[in-house]
């Protein structure tokens, strides 16, 4: 059975490097985040790394992003710890759109052998993000 939760996030800390960038066309960066997710989903600094490419190398550029976030808190008050790949984009307002699923085989503790998917809208400037889950456990 499907179980549907929700919440929030803020993002506590972002460290970007640029890689690369082809004059002023497309640039490759990476970053480094933490999280802290209150809701269905609670933790406390969460650990992620993303890679970024932004379509230009200016500032309100459009652009996509991959990348995964290792989440050490509850689900639903169920102790453990899960990996989520993440993916998506974002405009050139800032507005983020991600799609995210469980890693197969990551979840430890009470959330040995959970699935499942989410998403979330970030907003440019708001201070919290809220997010959608939606899993099973065995």
Same mark, same amino acid.
Request: proline letters at 4%; a negative charge; charged letters at 15%.
């Given at each position: 059975?499907?179980?549907?939760?929700?919440?929030?996030?803020?993002?506590?800390?972002?460290?970007?490097?640029?890689?690369?960038?082809?004059?002023?066309?497309?640039?490759?960066?990476?970053?480094?985040?933490?999280?802290?997710?209150?809701?269905?989903? @609670?933790? +406390? /600094?969460?650990?992620?790394?993303?890679?970024?490419?932004?379509?230009? &190398?200016? $500032?309100?550029? =459009?652009?996509? *992003?991959?990348?995964?976030?290792?989440?050490?808190?509850?689900?639903?008050?169920?102790?453990?710890?899960?990996?989520?790949?993440?993916?998506?984009?974002?405009?050139?307002?800032?507005?983020?759109?991600?799609?995210?699923?469980?890693?197969?085989?990551?979840?430890?503790? @009470?959330? +040995? /052998?959970?699935?499942?998917?989410?998403?979330?809208?970030?907003?440019? &400037?708001? $201070?919290?993000? =809220?997010?959608? *889950?939606?899993?099973?456990?065995?």
């Amino acid at each position: 059975m499907t179980t549907h939760t929700t919440g929030s996030f803020t993002y506590a800390d972002w460290k970007e490097n640029v890689l690369s960038q082809a004059g002023d066309g497309p640039k490759l960066a990476t970053a480094t985040v933490t999280n802290h997710f209150t809701g269905g989903i @609670e933790a +406390t /600094g969460t650990s992620c790394a993303y890679t970024i490419v932004y379509a230009t &190398g200016a $500032p309100d550029s =459009a652009g996509s *992003f991959t990348g995964h976030q290792l989440v050490t808190g509850t689900v639903d008050g169920r102790r453990g710890s899960l990996v989520l790949a993440e993916r998506g984009t974002f405009d050139a307002d800032g507005t983020t759109h991600c799609v995210f699923e469980v890693v197969p085989g990551s979840a430890t503790g @009470e959330l +040995t /052998g959970l699935r499942g998917t989410g998403g979330f809208t970030a907003v440019h &400037g708001e $201070p919290s993000v =809220a997010y959608a *889950f939606d899993y099973e456990l065995p």
